[in-house]
């Protein structure tokens, strides 16, 4: 079975600060891993996928498959940051998600 | 690129009465994904096509949905009799091969049964 799971429903940072927003996830084959973003009341926007190793916005996550993680990094937090993130998994079958993490950047 | 479009926006209506969501795809994508979003359940997959064909209808919670996909520029979720646990946002997302690009979603239908 697939699952992801992110351990924090919110997450408090002061503008300036470091973010590291944690997603486990459960695959027992080669996992593809994304990241979303939804700012308030909008769609979901892709923001990070494992394949790419890009930094978007300053955030970046690496695939740790010992560990069965692809963390949320940012070095320095801003205002405009603030939003749900979800981590989401597709191995055999459509994108799975976590249950999201609210981030609040506090000025 | 329009983007993934969902109609409507919002959508309030009584318990009973039947709702119809609507999404266009963005052309060339050949999967078609709907998820629901609650705040207590986050998002769950609720049926997805490729190439207009139903592959996984598993999610869909009851016999009241029902989704169909006539041609490749077009879906529809319905639900009919509405219930007052039916409301949510409900999204619809596009993909196409590669899948490792990711899926685009729509800007998703805010339905409240009252």
């Known amino acids: 079975a697939q699952r992801v799971t992110q351990p924090e429903k919110l997450l408090s940072v002061f503008k300036g600060a470091p973010v590291e927003l944690k997603c486990n996830y459960s695959?027992?084959?080669?996992?593809?891993l994304f990241w979303y973003v939804q700012y308030s009341r909008q769609r979901l926007q892709l923001l990070l996928r494992h394949i790419s190793r890009e930094s978007i916005k300053g955030f970046t996550a690496d695939l740790n498959k010992g560990e069965t993680s692809f963390h949320l990094k940012k070095p320095f937090a801003q205002e405009e940051d603030s939003a749900m993130y979800y981590c989401a998994l597709r191995g055999n079958t459509p994108l799975v998600f976590g249950k999201g993490t609210r981030l609040s950047v506090i000025a | 690129d329009a983007g993934v479009i969902q109609s409507p926006r919002h959508e309030v209506t009584e318990m009973g009465q039947e709702v119809t969501l609507r999404c266009k795809p963005i052309s060339g994508h050949n999967s078609l994904f709907w998820y629901r979003q609650t705040m207590m359940r986050g998002l769950e997959l609720l049926i997805y096509?490729?190439?207009?064909?139903?592959?996984?209808d598993s999610g869909m919670p009851e016999d009241r949905f029902s989704a169909k996909m006539p041609n490749a520029s077009f879906s529809t979720l319905k639900i009919q009799p509405s219930e007052p646990r039916d409301s949510a946002v409900y999204f619809c997302a596009s993909s196409r091969p590669p899948t490792n690009y990711g899926y685009t979603f729509g800007s998703g239908t805010r339905l409240t049964v009252v």
């Open positions: 695959y027992s084959g080669s996992p593809e």
């Open positions: 096509f490729n190439n207009n064909v139903p592959i996984d």
